[in-house]
């Protein structure tokens, strides 16, 4: 279940049920409920875009169905890969603004799009503006991708990334306490893909020192 194709695999620690919400409950329950053939899922960096991307590929994968995931950031992408696609169940295709422009890219995108909707296929695209600011060339293809379903993710607030960082801290298995939480908060990176791997980062320190996060310890390490 765990495997993706060409050789990437899904995280094993991403799921619906670790993932913070806030204000985007309903795109959220959308993703889990609506049984669209074309999705579209949009919102600034660090938002959560790729783990609910994963986390729909892991409930329909454990249903034994055909998945696949990928991240067009990964420079191992070409348009190639895109061929046969429309065999699988559900397609996640991630980063979708790292192709925007390229002809080659947007017409084999164009084609499995109609592809997979033949075949009823579900396919489901993050990029990070909406598809009218998405700088497509292919005419055919903008018009595609304003079908179906438009979802945005909204950015979380302080408190509200607070609340996630101790979510992630729990499923971790250890605690991270609402001052040290603002500590970091208000000294480091603030988008979430940062704090997401500092808090990898504080985990491991912790597991190999045998101590709890305090701010003293959390000085210590930076």
Same mark, same amino acid.
């Given at each position: 279940?765990?495997?993706?194709? /060409?050789?990437?695999?899904?995280?094993?620690?991403?799921?619906?049920?670790n993932f913070y919400p806030a204000k985007n409950h309903q795109a959220v329950q959308a993703l889990q409920l609506v049984d669209e053939t074309f999705i579209y899922l949009?919102?600034?960096?660090?938002?959560?875009?790729?783990?609910?991307?994963?986390?729909?590929c892991q409930d329909i994968a454990e249903q034994g169905q055909a998945v696949a995931y990928l991240p067009l950031a990964e420079e191992s992408m070409a348009p190639q890969m /895109?061929?046969?696609?429309?065999?699988?169940?559900?397609?996640?295709?991630?980063?979708?603004?790292?192709?925007?422009g390229n002809v080659e890219w947007e017409t084999a995108l164009f084609h499995l799009y109609n592809r997979m909707?033949?075949?009823?296929?579900?396919?489901?695209?993050?990029?990070?503006?909406?598809?009218?600011? /998405?700088?497509?060339?292919?005419?055919d293809l903008a018009s595609r991708l304003s079908y179906g379903l438009t979802l945005q993710l909204h950015e979380l607030n302080d408190e509200e990334k607070l609340k996630l960082l101790q979510l992630r801290a729990g499923n971790r298995g250890f605690d991270l306490p609402d001052e040290v939480a603002n500590y970091l908060l208000k000294r480091c990176e603030r988008d979430m893909d940062s704090l997401i791997q500092l808090l990898d980062k504080l985990d491991s320190a912790t597991m190999e020192a045998q101590r709890k996060l305090t701010i003293p310890f959390v000085k210590s390490l930076f």
């Open positions: 279940m765990n495997q993706l194709l /060409l050789g990437i695999g899904l995280r094993d620690n991403v799921s619906f049920s949009w919102g600034s960096s660090g938002s959560g875009k790729s783990h609910l991307l994963q986390a729909l /895109l061929e046969g696609m429309e065999a699988m169940s559900l397609l996640a295709i991630d980063d979708l603004d790292q192709i925007a909707r033949d075949a009823g296929g579900r396919l489901l695209v993050a990029a990070r503006v909406a598809p009218a600011a /998405l700088p497509v060339q292919l005419p």
